[in-house]
T-cell receptor, first 114, second 115 residues
Framework: AQSVTQLDSQVPVFEEAPVELRCNYS??????LFWYVQYPNQGLQLLLK??????LVKGINGFEAEFNKSQTSFHLRKPSVHISDTAEYFC????????????FGTGTRLKVLA | GAVVSQHPSRVICKSGTSVKIECRSL??????MFWYRQFPKQSLMLMAT?????????EQGVEKDKFLINHASLTLSTLTVTSAHPEDSSFYIC???????????FGDGTRLSIL
C-alpha cells in the first residue's frame, strides 16, 4: 500500500523568497508522483508530474520538483514566490494497480506575505 | 490541455432531496472517472471509481445506495446524492484521465450544502 506525508500543514513565506514544500511517500513498488494546486473553492490544477526519466521535473508557474528514490521524497520548490502563489498544495502518489488510484497527502497551505 | 467540466458549482437544498452532479471530459474520452469528497481544510478522499459501461467501484465506508454513480458514456459520469442530509454537505470533486498512464484532470468541484 502507498501513503503520502506532507509534514508542513502551513508554510508562510515572504514574496520573492524561495520556498520548498515537502512530500515523502511510502511504497513497495514503483510509483507515479504528482503535485497539484488548489485555489479556494476550486478543483485541483496539475503543477507537475513524475512518471519516469529525469528526476528533476519542471512544471507550470515556475515550480519544479525532484524525485529522490533513496529518500522517497518529491519536494516542490520555487525560487521566487508571488502573492498569487498563495494556495493549498497537494502531493499525490499513484501506483501500478488496476486503476492507478491516487493517494493524496494532507496538503500544505502556502501563504505568501507582502 | 485536458479539460474536465463539473456542474453545478454550488447547490443548496433541503434535507431529504436528491442531488445530481455531472462530470464531463470535454476534449478526451475517459473510460475511468473518479469522485472525491473534501471536507474543509482537509485532503481529498476518494469515494469511488466510475467505470464506463459497468458498475462503479466504491471505497471502503462509502455507501453505494447513498452515492449513486452512473458512467453512461465515455465523456460523462454523474454522482447522485440520494436523500441528502446535512452531514452530506461537502465539496465534491470529480476527475478524469485520458489513459491510466496520464495524470488525472480535475473539475472545479461542487459545493453541496444541505439545510
Amino acid at each position: 500500500a502507498q501513503s503520502v506525508t506532507q509534514l508542513d500543514s502551513q508554510v508562510p513565506v515572504f514574496e520573492e523568497a524561495p520556498v520548498e514544500l515537502r512530500c515523502n511517500y511510502s511504497s513497495s513498488v514503483s510509483v507515479y508522483l504528482f503535485w497539484y494546486v488548489q485555489y479556494p473553492n476550486q478543483g485541483l490544477q496539475l503543477l507537475l508530474k513524475y512518471l519516469s526519466g529525469s528526476t528533476l521535473v519542471k512544471g507550470i508557474n515556475g515550480f519544479e520538483a525532484e524525485f529522490n528514490k533513496s529518500q522517497t521524497s518529491f519536494h516542490l520548490r520555487k525560487p521566487s514566490v508571488h502573492i498569487s502563489d498563495t494556495a493549498e498544495y497537494f502531493c499525490a502518489v499513484a501506483g501500478p494497480s488496476g486503476t492507478y488510484k491516487y493517494i493524496f497527502g494532507t496538503g500544505t497551505r502556502l501563504k505568501v506575505l507582502a | 490541455g485536458a479539460v474536465v467540466s463539473q456542474h453545478p458549482s454550488r447547490v443548496i437544498c433541503k434535507s431529504g432531496t436528491s442531488v445530481k452532479i455531472e462530470c464531463r471530459s470535454l476534449d478526451f474520452q475517459a473510460t475511468t472517472m473518479f469522485w472525491y469528497r473534501q471536507f474543509p481544510k482537509q485532503s481529498l478522499m476518494l469515494m469511488a471509481t466510475s467505470n464506463e459501461g459497468s458498475k462503479a467501484t466504491y471505497e471502503q465506508g462509502v455507501e453505494k445506495d447513498k452515492f449513486l454513480i452512473n458512467h453512461a458514456s465515455l465523456t460523462l459520469s454523474t454522482l447522485t446524492v440520494t436523500s441528502a442530509h446535512p452531514e452530506d454537505s461537502s465539496f465534491y470533486i470529480c476527475s478524469a484521465r485520458p489513459d491510466p498512464n496520464q495524470p488525472q484532470h480535475f473539475g472545479d468541484g461542487t459545493r453541496l450544502s444541505i439545510l
